[in-house]
T-cell receptor, first 111, second 114 residues
C-alpha cells in the first residue's frame, strides 16, 4: 500500500466549475500537508501548505485537512483553463526531511 | 532569493551509456537536496535525498547513484543506463529541519534511453 494515495484522473470540468481533489494517507505520523501544481514538462510548484486540521484559503484555492480520517482535499473555485495541470499532494512528518508525494491528479478545465 | 538550476533540460542517451545530471542551488546554505523521478503520467518517486555534504540516503534500489560533493551541488549518476531509466528527473531543495520545509523544484531533465 502506498503511503499517500491519489486518484490519477484525468478530471475534466467546464470553466467556472469547482474542482475537487483528494488524497488519503496511511501514516498518522504525517503532520504537514501540501499541494503542488505541475504544468506539463515543468517542475512542481507549491500551491498550498497546511499543518492543522480544518480549512485554509488562498484566493480561489482552499485546502482542507481531516487528520482523524487521514484525508486531505484541495478545492479550486471558479476554475480557469490555466488551472489545467497535474495536482500533487505531499506530506511529511514533524521531524522528517523527506516529502512523500501522491501520484498526482491530472485536471483539465475546458473553456 | 533562492534559485535552483538543473541541467540539461533534455537528454537522449543509448542503453549502456553513463549518465550525469547536475543540480545546484543558490541563495541558501545547508539545504536538503532531493532527486525525484516521475514516469509518464505518474507521480514523483523519491530516489535520493541528502541532508549534508557526502550524506546520501537511497530510497529505492536501482541503477542510479547520487553524490553531493559540495553543499549546494547534487549529482545523479549511472554507470550504465537501462531502458527503464527513462523518465523525468527532478531535483529539489528544502530548508533544514524546520517546521516549514516545503520543497522547491528545478525545471527537470527529460531523459530518454534508446
Amino acid at each position: 500500500q502506498k503511503e499517500v494515495e491519489q486518484d490519477p484522473g484525468p478530471l475534466s470540468v467546464p470553466e467556472g466549475a469547482i474542482v475537487s481533489l483528494n488524497c488519503t494517507y496511511s501514516n498518522s505520523a504525517f503532520q504537514y500537508f501540501m499541494w503542488y501544481r505541475q504544468y506539463s514538462r515543468k517542475g512542481p510548484e507549491l500551491l498550498m501548505y497546511t499543518y492543522s486540521s480544518g480549512n485554509k484559503e488562498d484566493g480561489r484555492f482552499t485546502a482542507q485537512v481531516d487528520k482523524s480520517s487521514k484525508y486531505i482535499s484541495l478545492f479550486i473555485r471558479d476554475s480557469q483553463p490555466s488551472d489545467s495541470a497535474t495536482y500533487l499532494c505531499a506530506t511529511f512528518k514533524a521531524a522528517g526531511n523527506k516529502l512523500t508525494f501522491g501520484g498526482g491528479t491530472r485536471v483539465l478545465v475546458k473553456p | 532569493s533562492q534559485t535552483i538550476h538543473q541541467w540539461p533540460a533534455t537528454l537522449v542517451q543509448p542503453v549502456g551509456s553513463p549518465l550525469s545530471l547536475e543540480c545546484t542551488v543558490e541563495g541558501t546554505s545547508n539545504p536538503n537536496l532531493y532527486w525525484y523521478r516521475q514516469a509518464a503520467g505518474r507521480g514523483l518517486q523519491l530516489l535520493f535525498y541528502s541532508v549534508g555534504i557526502g550524506q546520501i540516503s537511497s530510497e529505492v534500489p536501482q541503477n542510479l547513484s547520487a553524490s553531493r560533493p559540495q553543499d549546494r551541488q547534487f549529482i545523479l549518476s549511472s554507470k550504465k543506463l537501462l531502458l527503464s531509466d527513462s523518465g523525468f528527473y527532478l531535483c529539489a531543495w528544502s530548508a533544514g529541519p524546520t517546521l516549514r520545509s516545503e520543497a522547491f523544484f528545478g525545471q527537470g531533465t527529460r531523459l530518454t534511453v534508446v
